[in-house]
């Protein structure tokens, strides 16, 4: 059983993972049997991990339904938590980073010295909320996450032909001093546990097969207030000293990967907390896509460029689209990605469409918004169980159970995703998703849906398919099993790229 540990560090990192989970979902083929993902972040209230760590406990809980097989792709990779947690907690929980450092307890030198380095502002900063783009702090700060209980489970749990991917922005303040101080501890020998044991496994992670994707700047944030420390002005200069810098990590990375976005969104300033929620951006789906181009067993000559175990030099990688514009569609994407997430995200959105879950107009403190809901009207499932044939076994409170609850949760999730990265400035917009129909749902002529010569239209096409391979589906599988695999062999057979 091949593992992929992930590290995403910071928020960019949370999202980038959320981004992950939504792929695999939909069931984008991954070259690694399990993902192990690790959150590293001072500021663990934050709303853009708090989405992710439930969107994720959702997926577990439906890949569950899926036993090993080819057939179904939905939820199909496993997710697994380390000592089922996520995050990887910093033993010293200190707020103020003068109380970290321990300025009160110094000499007058060593304060002056101190009062040099850092501003009154930075000495007084509360670190619960993160570094507020400041990788200066981070760099002390972060020094202390090899201590931490996940990372000695880590350890623990990796095996030989395991690899490791780490995620990070390099604009702000945790991304950009956490990537660099963890690439060093996982390429450092004999690491010890806060007990001082060398952790075990060390050697095998040394050598692991490691790769990289450093985010550059792809929003902004507006006017800050006299208590943050974030501005935006200086995110392409914090990326250019960390670029600088990163040039001393060839040969010590296999595979590093980068991209940007000169269509800058601009989000509302936030110091961290329950109020930093950023909606999801085209740039963290493709941040997820080297994810999975680091593992495809297609690419691992280009990869890992190593003789006797020693890495000869370091690949780099960008992702790009092949046409400009504010609006991208499958179109403008290069027939590498197209043929890898089309089939998936639009099998996995008709499936959510079928249950109902629609984009919907909504008058919202005096504003009119798209919000995603379950709508009667177009819970096609609902209307037409009691009809179709392959509905008996789904009847009752079968959307009552829990896994079949989780399931649609990611649905819910999955759509609202995409309504996310189709309003933002540079957006993705592949699909219709206020279209209540299965058949004009997509944008461009791609000839995805396999409608041609159905006597049957619009949603009793799919109650068609659905029928034809109820009878064929293995009799060993509960209902809950039943349906997820009934679900792909139908789709796949109507969505087909």
């Not at 990887?88 to 200190?94: E, G, K």
């Not at 890495?311 to 590498?336: C, M, N, P, S, V």
């Not at 919202?364 to 379950?374: A, F, L, Q, S, T």
Request: charged letters at 25%; proline letters at 3%; glycine letters at 6%.
């Amino acid at each position: 059983m091949s593992k992929l540990y992930v590290f995403g560090i910071g928020g960019t990192g949370a999202r980038v993972l959320k981004s992950l989970v939504m792929l695999l979902s939909a069931g984008v083929d991954c070259g690694v049997d399990t993902i192990v993902p690790i959150i590293i972040d001072r500021d663990i209230s934050n709303k853009d991990l708090s989405r992710t760590k439930l969107l994720i406990e959702d997926y577990v809980a439906v890949n569950k339904l899926n036993r090993a097989n080819d057939t179904n792709k939905f939820f199909k990779t496993k997710i697994s938590l380390l000592s089922g947690g996520l995050y990887l907690q910093l033993r010293d929980n200190t707020q103020k980073f003068a109380d970290f450092i321990g300025k009160s307890t110094m000499n007058d030198e060593n304060k002056a010295l101190v009062e040099m380095l850092f501003s009154n502002k930075t000495l007084d900063l509360d670190m619960t909320e993160g570094f507020q783009g400041n990788p200066n702090i981070g760099s002390v700060v972060l020094n202390q996450f090899d201590e931490s209980d996940v990372f000695v489970k880590f350890a623990n749990d990796f095996k030989d032909g395991d690899k490791i991917f780490i995620i990070s922005s390099i604009f702000g303040g945790t991304g950009a001093s956490g990537f660099p101080l963890l690439r060093r501890i996982l390429k450092t020998p004999n690491v010890k546990d806060g007990k001082g044991n060398t952790l075990p496994n060390w050697g095998l992670i040394n050598d692991a097969p490691i790769g990289a994707l450093s985010v550059l700047p792809y929003f902004i944030v507006g006017q800050a207030n006299e208590e943050s420390l974030v501005n935006s002005d200086t995110f392409i200069d914090k990326a250019r000293a960390a670029l600088s810098y990163y040039k001393t990590e060839d040969k010590k990375i296999d595979t590093l990967y980068y991209i940007a976005d000169r269509h800058t969104t601009t989000y509302e300033h936030h110091r961290g907390g329950e109020s930093q929620r950023n909606d999801a951006h085209f740039i963290e789906l493709a941040g997820a896509l080297a994810i999975l181009d680091f593992v495809n067993p297609l690419k691992s000559e280009i990869n890992f460029n190593r003789e006797n175990n020693i890495i000869q030099h370091t690949t780099y990688k960008e992702f790009a689209i092949i046409k400009g514009g504010r609006e991208i569609i499958f179109d403008q994407l290069a027939d590498e990605t197209k043929k890898l997430i089309i089939n998936p995200l639009t099998r996995f959105l008709l499936f959510a469409k079928y249950m109902g879950y629609s984009v919907i107009e909504k008058d919202i403190d005096g504003n009119r918004k798209k919000v995603v809901e379950r709508i009667d009207s177009f819970d096609i499932f609902k209307k037409e169980q009691k009809y179709q044939p392959y509905a008996k076994k789904f009847t009752g409170e079968f959307r009552q159970l829990d896994s079949i609850k989780k399931l649609e949760s990611v649905q819910k999730k999955f759509v609202e995703w995409l309504l996310e990265m189709e309003n933002q400035e540079h957006s993705f917009k592949p699909f219709n998703l206020m279209s209540p129909n299965c058949n004009d749902f997509i944008k461009g002529d791609l000839s995805i849906l396999k409608f041609k010569d159905f006597p049957y239209k619009n949603w009793a096409r799919v109650d068609n398919e659905l029928n034809r391979h109820i009878g064929k589906i293995d009799k060993s599988l509960n209902n809950e099993e039943c349906f997820l695999e009934l679900f792909y062999i139908a789709l796949e057979k109507l969505v087909n790229y």
